[in-house]
């Protein structure tokens, strides 16, 4: 009976496993540096990023890459990257800082029921504002994103935590602490309109915190913001912050809840 019961658990989590499947990657093992993130251009879309929403300098000003940048429990990213808002990290004319990428696909990464994942991380150093409004990893028309420090219109100068939003509404949220990597992944169902949240912290196996709501979920594929919009605030002057991302891909099936990822 034993035997029996061993081979149906090996079955049932090899099934599991083979229903996953990744649909994008985008966990920058394939990057000698973040420079090779202009190779791409509207007319020569190259590599797995859009790499246009940043300031008017270099791109090492902005994203640097290295495998002390990553997630330590994540044995499939060779590195990570450290998004940097400075004083010249504006774009187009506006007033909101930022440093985004976007996924450069033509996989199904809006079809279905898929998880968009990623891990995040601060430091003490360059640590993001909790007086100013940060926007991370959102969808164009921000029906699921995170949010961190002082959201604008509410009560208080300040905000510690982050927090995951759909339409604008917190569903969770905890004390950003410096040095904690927080492994998120995004449930999306592009055909219910749902979006549920998958957590966890350091190397600890994803699990489901949020089930699914109900959201206005919608996306062409090219909407998806890996990084960090920075609202201004009258009173709070700039100063330099660091984001730390790492283990990003999309996959669709079965959720993956290690955080190596498949």
């Known amino acids: 009976m034993k035997n029996l019961s061993f081979l149906a658990t090996l079955v049932t989590s090899l099934f599991a496993t083979g229903e996953a499947a990744l649909l994008w990657d985008g966990r920058f093992n394939d990057f000698s540096s973040a420079a090779d993130l202009n190779k791409w251009s509207w007319s020569n879309q190259v590599g797995p990023y859009q790499y246009y929403i940043h300031g008017s300098g270099s791109v090492d000003k902005y994203i640097q890459l290295s495998s002390a940048h990553k997630n330590p429990n994540d044995t499939v990213s060779k590195q990570g990257a450290k998004f940097t808002l400075d004083s ?8 909101m800082r930022r440093i985004e990428l976007i996924p450069q696909t033509k996989a199904a990464i809006t079809s279905g029921k898929v998880f968009y994942h990623f891990s995040i991380m601060r430091k ?3 640590a993001p504002s909790i007086y100013r409004e940060h926007q991370i990893c959102f969808f164009e028309s921000h029906f699921t994103e995170l949010k961190y420090g002082w959201i604008s219109g509410e009560q208080g100068a300040s905000n510690p935590n982050l927090q995951w939003m759909t339409n604008q509404k917190s569903q969770w949220k905890t004390e950003w602490k410096a040095g904690v990597w927080h492994n998120v992944a995004y449930e999306i169902d592009f055909s219910s309109k749902k979006v549920g949240f998958w957590h966890s912290e350091g190397g600890e196996p994803l699990k489901q915190i ?10 062409n594929g090219q909407d998806w913001h890996l990084g960090v919009l920075e609202l201004p605030r009258s009173g709070y002057p700039d100063a330099n912050e660091d984001f730390y991302f790492s283990g990003v891909y999309i996959e669709s099936g079965s959720i993956t809840t290690s955080v190596s990822g498949p």
């Open 124 to 126: 003490d150093v360059n």
């Open 210 to 219: 949020v089930a699914p709501v109900s959201a206005p979920v919608s996306s």
């Open 88 to 95: 010249s990290a504006y774009w187009n004319g506006q007033n």
